[in-house]
């Protein structure tokens, strides 16, 4: 597609429960990062794959997030037992660019996650 | 303290004035740095990336580096209401961003 698509766009969970999150980045796009966005808040970096392999996922919150990109293109990121502090926007963006992806990012437009 | 601060906003400026928006960052081993706006409810999209000391101009933007004083700033001249955004300051020393909070700007018509 011509960009970074992201669902659902909106989500609500009642806490405890599981969720998933679907990012598709740009066909051909090496790189692809999770960013987690609190309310009036900059993005913090969750995940980093390159390709299949998630290089990096020193920012995941807790064990309850998980995230994967099993072919190289689209990427879940999941969060189990969901609890209010969870609520935020994620932001997933991708690359065509490996460890130097940062450069050329392109943000798709969010799933913004309420838990009640 | 946070890796990469912004001044806080609001920040009010009246159409055709110059914004100024300021960022200072904490790891001095920090090797590019980036502009980003976003609108509200919208995704954050690049305006402007600088990787050494000076200024970089694209248009109606400059972007100001002094990586001795780690500090970076934007200047918005001639300023439009389609500027009104939140403009996030972001750094990096290899793929990760750290993003500042953002300084939200309104321009008054």
């Known amino acids: 597609g011509a960009g970074v698509s992201q669902s659902p766009r909106y989500k609500v969970a009642k806490r405890g429960q599981d969720v998933a999150l679907r990012c598709d980045p740009i066909s051909g796009h090496v790189s692809l990062f999770w960013y987690q966005q609190a309310l009036g808040q900059g993005p913090e970096f969750l995940t980093y794959f390159q390709n299949e392999a998630q290089l990096d996922k020193s920012g995941l919150p807790s064990d309850r997030f998980f995230a994967e990109r099993p072919e190289g293109s689209v990427s879940t990121l999941k969060i189990q037992r969901t609890q209010q502090e969870d609520s935020a926007v994620y932001l997933c963006?991708?690359?065509?660019?490996?460890?130097?992806?940062?450069?050329?990012?392109?943000f798709g437009a969010g799933s913004r996650l309420t838990v009640l | 303290q946070k890796e990469v601060e912004q001044n806080s906003g609001p920040l009010s400026v009246p159409e055709g004035a110059i914004a100024s928006l300021n960022c200072t960052y904490s790891d001095r081993g920090s090797q590019s740095f980036f502009w980003y706006r976003q609108y509200s409810g919208k995704s954050p999209e690049l305006i402007m990336s600088i990787y050494s000391n000076g200024d970089k101009e694209d248009g109606r933007f400059t972007a100001q580096l002094n990586k001795a004083s780690q500090y970076v700033s934007l200047l918005i001249r001639d300023s439009q209401p389609s500027d009104s955004a939140t403009y996030l300051c972001?750094?990096?020393?290899?793929?990760?961003?750290?993003f500042g909070a953002g300084t939200t700007v309104t321009v008054r018509a």
């Open positions: 972001a750094v990096t020393n290899d793929y990760k961003l750290s």
């Open positions: 963006a991708s690359s065509p660019y490996g460890l130097s992806g940062a450069n050329v990012l392109t």
